[in-house]
Every structure is written in C-alpha cells, then in structure tokens.
C-alpha cells in the first residue's frame, strides 16, 4: 500500500513531535519535519509530499509564504495552515494565499480530527485534478474538431491556412516539395442524381484511399467540398505522378453503388513540385491550376503545373503569331532558354529533326501521299515535345531509372499529343505521337491498341525513334553503328515494331544519304 507523504512545518521541536505522533496514528504514513521557511525552500524543491502542514507563525517568515512560493513553482500539494489563534483575519489570508484549510491547535492533536482535515484536503485535490483533466480532454477535443473535417476526419481549410501555411510545413534537405490537388468528376451530378447521403459516401471512400496511399510525413486535407489535397515535403515531381496516377485508377476501379446500381467515380489531379523548403500560397496556387487543366483536357487524368505553363507560354502573343507549329516551336524553346536542360534541348531539336526525316524517307518507301508524309515530318519533329515539361535530371540519368521516374518517363508521349496540337498540328499528327510507343504486339497497351490498329504515322515514328537513338551518342551508352541498329530492329520485328515498317528501313537508307542522319 502506498505511504501518504505529510511535510510538517512548525519551528516548536516539541510541537513537531506531538503532530508527528498524531498523524503517525494512522499507518503507512511518512512524516517529515521542518523547523523554518529556509529549511522548507532547500527542500520542496528536491522532493514531492501528499500533503503539506505549516504553522501560521514562522521564526523566519509566514505560512502565506510558502504558499506563494508553491503557486510559483506550480506545486499542487495542499496545505493546511495551523495557529493557535483563531482570528479571523488569519483565515481569510490562509484562503485568499491558497490554503486547502485552516486548522485550529486544538484539533492538530488529536488525530481523528487531524485525518478528517487531511483526507477533505486530498479528496478536493484529487476532484480538482481530475476536473482539470476533463478540461484538458475537451479542449484538445475541441481544438481536433476545429481542425478535422468533420465527414471525413481529414485536416480542414481552418488547418491548411492557420497551422500548415501559418507556421510553415517544411521539406527535408534532399529533396523539393510537392502539392497533389484532386477533385471528384461532376461531383454536382453525384449529388443531383443520387443524393447526398451517397455523395458522403464517395467522399468517405476517396478519403480511405487517400489514407491507405499516404507516406509517412504527408498530410491529406479536405479544404472544401468536393477537393482534396496532399502535401508531400521531400518529394520530386516523379514520385508524386506515381502516387497520383495511382491514386486515379485505384479510385477508377472502386466499386460504387446506389440503389444496385453501378456509378462510376473519378479523379482529376493538379501537381506542382518545387525545390523550396516551405509549402507556400503560390505552390498550392499552381496545384489548383493543374487540376483546373485536367478537368478542362478530359476530366479522369493527371496533369502537372509544368503542363499549364507550356500552355501558358502558348498563349503569349511572341508566340501566338507566328505563322506556322515548326516555329512556334522554335520560338517555346527560345523563350524556356537557360531553363532547358542539354539532353532536354537535343530531344526538341537534333534528334526531333533527324528522326522527322527518317520517318519521312520511311513514308516515302511505304508510298504514303503528300499530306500523309507531311504529317509524319511534322509528327517526327514534335514527338518528344512531352520531354519539355519532364526534368532534366530524369532524362539525362546515367543508371536505371526508379520506377516513378519511368512511370513520367512513359507520360511523355500522350503529354507530347495535346502539347503538338496546342502548338497547331492537326489531331492525326497528335494520334502519331500519343501511339508511337506502343507495341505493335500489344503488350503494356492500357488500350488493347495493336497491329494495324496503331495508325501507321504512329508505327514509322516508332522505328525512326529507335533507329534514330540506338546510333545516336547517350549518357548511359556509346552510339551503335547502322548495322547494329538495323539487327536490333530485326530483333524487334513483330513485337515491338510492324515488320512492314522495319523491312522499309534499309531501302529507305539506301535510297538517301544516310551519313546526314
């Protein structure tokens, strides 16, 4: 059983023995004695009592002083003051200085009386204590729900602006930071249609998916409505496409019904990554304008900030009037300048040009007509335009790339589709371009595309693109030699390329000058 702890403060040595005798009456009691408000200031400090008993009158001070020197020191053990007087004002100032009681000399002696005083003292303590932590309970309860959004327990705007924003939530050293905003497809017509109760429910399903996908350090919101957010500290742009086209198809193939009946739910997704250490207004501003260009473009889809400002380029007037996509081009990526890297500025330029006049040769020996082969030239030069918005360092990397990093890699030719005809290609040289990595066989295809489905734009650009890379320089290997490549193509015949398209190759270079290549 535990002992109750009584320091005694009275600097009458006989006193402190007839008190120390009296509370000793009750077992498992530790009793410790003090003669003076010196003795008492040594110890309180080093050590904790249950309760605490003080003569009024001290030698060299008051009891009311070592009752404000506990208020100081934030020490709760309650205090009963003893005097042989009864006077008045001397109880009104032990309460007024936070006194548990006043207790007269006559009771002090006699034990009963005394242990009354002491277990009322503790009981009240141990109500005050208990309804101080109630208070604290509700407070952080209180202050919970001001941040959490109530449907689905996600951080609110309230948490976004005055907490994350206010105070600034940082990335790690090693890496940028980036901003994932969604929004829930025609969400109105969810509610119109099927009610409210159901569009809880797509919510409450959005958001187990947003927490089953969440990295450590990441934090997911609901600022308003129907759009969510995500705030990734160190992480590069790669990775948070990874986790946002995820996080689209997981929630493509969620299984929603109302009323037994299937409704289909989707995403759109605006990302925004930059290097600095602090999530900022601006960022989040560019997050809300990806996600914009996402519902404008198709709804169901992933779009990055880079995206918006090539389009953004696009729109200005240096820009817009010039007279034909070639250079328009041209004119992009003299505007982007120092911001383009050297294996980012040789895919849009070099290797776009030779490759545009291999495919050209190519449509030549296939026996395309005169606009056929005009959009396969103008599908070569513009095929890698998906590069412009992918980071230098994923492009130019000399080892393996991760995962997420091919993952963008692999985005750059549908990105490269509605780029091109932003800049004026027509749709069918979009088509060359959004297809030209997929497989004549099929495989990988998310559309089951194959074979002569694949428009044949789409299968000479294929083949000029290897060609074209295998003889070229890269950071991760030397050139291959015309020979080489076409064995390599032969390798590839029907799988990855249309036999008919890798046969035109050799007559192709024999019929022009291959060293321009």
């Not at 309970?137 to 109530?150: E, F, G, M, T």
């Not at 960022?283 to 996600?291: M, T």
């Not at 890297?341 to 020996?365: K, M």
Request: hydrophobic share 40%; glycine share 8%.
């Amino acid at each position: 059983m535990t002992k109750t702890k009584v320091l005694v403060v009275d600097d009458d040595a006989d006193h402190q023995q007839l008190i120390k005798a009296a509370l000793e009456a009750r077992p498992n009691t530790d009793v410790r004695t003090l003669g003076s408000r010196r003795e008492f200031l040594r110890v309180i400090d080093e050590h904790t009592f249950d309760c605490i008993l003080a003569d009024f009158h001290l030698a060299d001070g008051c009891a009311t002083e070592l009752l404000q020197v506990l208020s100081r020191q934030g020490i709760a053990s309650p205090v009963l003051v003893m005097s042989s007087s009864a006077a008045q004002d001397a109880i009104i100032e032990t309460i007024r200085s936070g006194g548990a009681d006043f207790v007269p000399e006559f009771e002090v002696l006699q034990p009963d009386l005394l242990w009354r005083r002491i277990d009322q003292a503790l009981s009240e303590r141990r109500k005050a204590r208990h309804a101080r932590q109630r208070i604290r309970r509700r407070i952080k309860r209180l202050s919970r729900l001001a941040r959490a959004d109530p449907l689905t327990g996600l951080a609110n705007h309230y948490h976004l602006q005055n907490v994350l924003l206010g105070r600034g939530k940082r990335s790690d050293r090693l890496g940028p930071i980036s901003v994932v905003s969604l929004d829930v497809d025609r969400f109105k017509w969810i509610n119109d249609i099927h009610g409210h109760a159901f569009g809880d429910r797509v919510l409450q399903s959005l958001t187990r998916v947003l927490r089953d996908s969440l990295a450590e350090g990441h934090t997911a919101c609901r600022p308003t409505g129907e759009a969510f957010l995500v705030l990734q500290p160190g992480t590069p742009l790669a990775r948070a496409v990874a986790f946002a086209e995820g996080l689209r198809s997981t929630v493509e193939g969620l299984r929603l019904t109302c009323d037994g009946r299937p409704v289909p739910v989707t995403v759109s997704v605006g990302i925004a990554t930059h290097s600095g250490e602090q999530i900022d207004r601006e960022l989040l501003s560019a997050g809300d304008q990806a996600l914009r260009l996402a519902k404008a473009t198709g709804r169901n889809r992933v779009c990055t900030w880079e995206m918006v400002r090539f389009l953004g380029l696009l729109d200005r007037s240096v820009v817009a009037r010039e007279p034909s996509p070639e250079q328009r081009l041209r004119k992009m990526i003299e505007l982007r300048g120092e911001d383009l890297g050297p294996t980012q500025r040789d895919h849009l330029t070099s290797h776009a040009a030779f490759v545009s006049q291999l495919s050209t040769w190519i449509g030549s020996v296939l026996g395309l007509d005169a606009q056929s082969l005009e959009r396969v030239r103008m599908a070569g030069l513009f095929h890698d335009l998906g590069k412009f918005i992918i980071p230098e360092t994923v492009l130019a990397r000399k080892y393996p790339l991760a995962v997420e990093e091919r993952l963008l890699l692999s985005r750059h030719a549908e990105d490269g589709a509605g780029m091109s005809v932003g800049l004026g290609a027509d749709t069918t040289t979009g088509d060359y371009i959004r297809h030209h990595h997929t497989r004549f066989d099929g495989l990988g295809s998310p559309t089951a595309t194959r074979g002569q489905a694949i428009p044949l734009g789409a299968r000479i650009l294929a083949v000029s693109d290897a060609f074209v890379s295998m003889t070229s320089d890269r950071t991760y290997r030397e050139a291959r030699s015309f020979g080489a490549a076409v064995q390599e193509l032969q390798r590839c015949r029907g799988g990855q390329f249309d036999p008919a398209v890798v046969d035109a190759v050799p007559r192709a270079l024999l019929s022009r000058a291959p060293a321009s290549i």
